[in-house]
């Protein structure tokens, strides 16, 4: 079983900065790809950004040139340095984990509310 804790959300103004993390823990196989994941009220989930253990990084089109992935294997962790904050980018944030084929596992963090309000 892997568990994923996310922390660092917070109620924030436009234009200011927040750095959310998540650090997993509970099996000893690393995931192939981290992500994070946002869910706005009335909307569906949508991807923000994903980095993969071969290097590759994605951030969605919403969020380009404003949110930035990195990840830590040492610390087995993934953070999302977000900058540049927008009335939009309010939502619950959650991490995801995800490793196929052998032991796979495709796991969730309980997320973490951000609110961008003036």
């Known amino acids: 079983q892997v568990q994923l804790v996310e922390s660092g959300g917070g109620l924030v103004q436009p234009g200011e900065s927040l750095r959310l993390s998540c650090v997993a823990s509970?099996?000893?196989?690393?995931?192939?790809?981290m992500s994070w994941y946002r869910q706005a009220p009335g909307k569906q989930r949508e991807l923000v950004a994903t980095?993969?253990?071969?290097?590759?990084?994605d951030h969605a089109d919403s969020v380009k040139g404003r949110f930035f992935i990195s990840r830590d294997y040492d610390k087995n962790a993934v953070y999302l340095e977000m900058t540049s904050l927008k009335f939009e980018d309010t939502a619950v944030y959650y991490c995801n984990a995800k490793r196929t084929g052998s032991r796979s596992y495709d796991a969730w963090g309980q997320g973490t509310q951000v609110t961008v309000i003036s």
């Open positions: 980095i993969c253990s071969g290097g590759k990084i």
């Open positions: 509970g099996s000893v196989f690393i995931p192939h790809a």
